[in-house]
């Protein structure tokens, strides 16, 4: 079992729909949680950075952590093509310094 | 401000050659990883050092890697005699923080041949 689960996809949104996407990990010791954004061929690009439990908004970006479950989620509301991405998920433990990846969700948002 | 700066940003190699990946992390990022990512895979951790010290290289293979983070200049990671399994995005990023949030270079895109 991989320490960090995501859904390849690729995932197919009208225009204007919210996305979730979402990874699930086995490790409870992770405290540290960020999602990025990779375009083809570009670097990943960090979107949110949440430490531990609880939720974090920023503009049409929505990072939820539920350590419970060992689940954690991004929504992004009124979605565009030019969302259109590979959307990472990463993790880290408290005292080490290596971030374990997702292997991405391919995102299609639809004109 | 600019970002974390690597490059070549493609280096082609000939088989047995050596290659020198070079990072500039962000200014005031003392921490800086390096990361492999192959087609259709997510990012895999190959090692994170501070300035003039390697913290944590258990992603890295023992033969044929290393890395370096001078007091001055960028990191540096050198793959010598490369393989064409060698072939892939390597890509760097740094932190003000041990373990806080990274930033990511464009990578450095490497073909062995």
């Known amino acids: 079992q991989k320490e960090v689960e995501q859904d390849p996809g690729p995932l197919s949104v009208p225009e204007g729909a919210i996305v979730s996407l979402n990874c699930t990990y086995s490790n409870s010791a992770f405290q540290y949680f960020m999602w990025y954004r990779q375009y083809s061929r570009k670097g990943p690009e960090l979107l949110m950075y949440t430490y531990s439990s609880g939720n974090k908004e920023d503009g049409r970006f929505t990072a939820q952590v539920d350590k419970s479950s060992k689940y954690i989620s991004l929504f992004i509301r009124d979605s565009q093509p030019s969302d259109s991405a590979t959307y990472l998920c990463?993790?880290?433990?408290?005292?080490?310094?290596?971030?374990?990846f997702g292997t991405g969700t391919r995102l299609k948002v639809l004109a | 401000n600019a970002g974390v700066m690597q490059n070549p940003r493609h280096l082609v190699r000939r088989r047995g050659q050596e290659a020198r990946l070079r990072c500039s992390p962000m200014?005031?990022?003392?921490?800086v990883y390096w990361y492999r990512q192959l087609p259709e895979e997510g990012l895999k951790f190959m090692v994170y050092l501070q300035k003039e010290n390697i913290i944590d290289e258990s992603g890295m293979p023992k033969e044929r890697f290393s890395a370096e983070f001078p007091k001055e200049g960028p990191s540096i990671l050198r793959i010598q005699q490369v393989v064409r399994g060698d072939s892939a995005a390597y890509f760097c990023?740094?932190?003000?923080?041990?373990?806080?949030?990274?930033?990511f270079g464009q990578g450095t895109r490497l073909t062995v041949v």
């Open positions: 990463a993790m880290s433990a408290e005292g080490t310094y290596k971030y374990i």
């Open positions: 990023a740094s932190s003000p923080l041990a373990g806080g949030e990274a930033f």
């Open positions: 200014k005031g990022h003392s921490h």
